[in-house]
């Protein structure tokens, strides 16, 4: 029901962000838009912990902050490297070990490495990603394990 619940508040949340427009016409569409879909969504038994984790919801904004701050600072580095020429360029595959204790953690950790310019997730094997990194740089960003323990503080 608590899940129910939180999706509804996102749904509405979500609704009059991008609306604008707080006319009771608008609003009544509102109502019933989400509570259709939250009815839908129920009945499909898609609403539970894994669908909407709740222990991540207000942890999950500045994590998304940081790595924003993060793809800013790794897409300086790509261009150097684009500008430094092919010297700069030394394209490496490692593995590294993911820590986090659910699959949405691992998944928030592997998509948070390839959204990062300059390295990709390729494979993922039990707690263990495999990544292509463009060169050694981006390789110590990985393996000094900030991001790694960023995720795990927002699974909690």
């Known amino acids: 029901m608590r899940h129910a619940l939180a999706l509804a508040l996102l749904l509405s ?3 009059l962000v991008n609306s604008g427009h ?3 016409l608008l609003l009544f569409f509102m109502v019933a838009s ?11 038994d898609v609403v539970d912990g894994e669908a909407q984790p709740l222990n ?7 994590y998304i902050i940081w790595l924003a701050k993060e793809v800013f600072v790794a897409n300086i580095a790509v261009a150097k490297c ?3 020429g092919p010297g700069s360029i030394s394209p490496r595959t490692i ?3 993911a820590s986090q204790k659910t699959d949405v953690g691992i998944v928030i950790y592997a998509n948070s490495i390839t959204l990062t310019p300059g390295t990709v997730s390729i494979d993922l094997e039990d707690n263990e990603i495999v990544v292509h990194a463009l060169n050694e740089e981006s390789e110590k960003d990985l393996l000094s394990g900030e991001m790694d323990r960023r995720v795990c503080k927002v699974e909690g």
Do not use: A, K
């Not at 989400?34 to 499909?44: A, G, K, Q």
């Not at 991540?56 to 500045?62: E, G, K, M, N, Q």
């Open 95 to 97: 593995r590294i070990n």
């Open 22 to 24: 707080y006319t009771p």
């Open 56 to 62: 991540i919801t207000f942890r999950l904004p500045v």
């Open 13 to 15: 949340f979500f609704w």
């Open 34 to 44: 989400v509570f259709f879909v939250v009815s839908l969504s129920h009945y499909m």
């Open 82 to 84: 684009v500008w430094q």
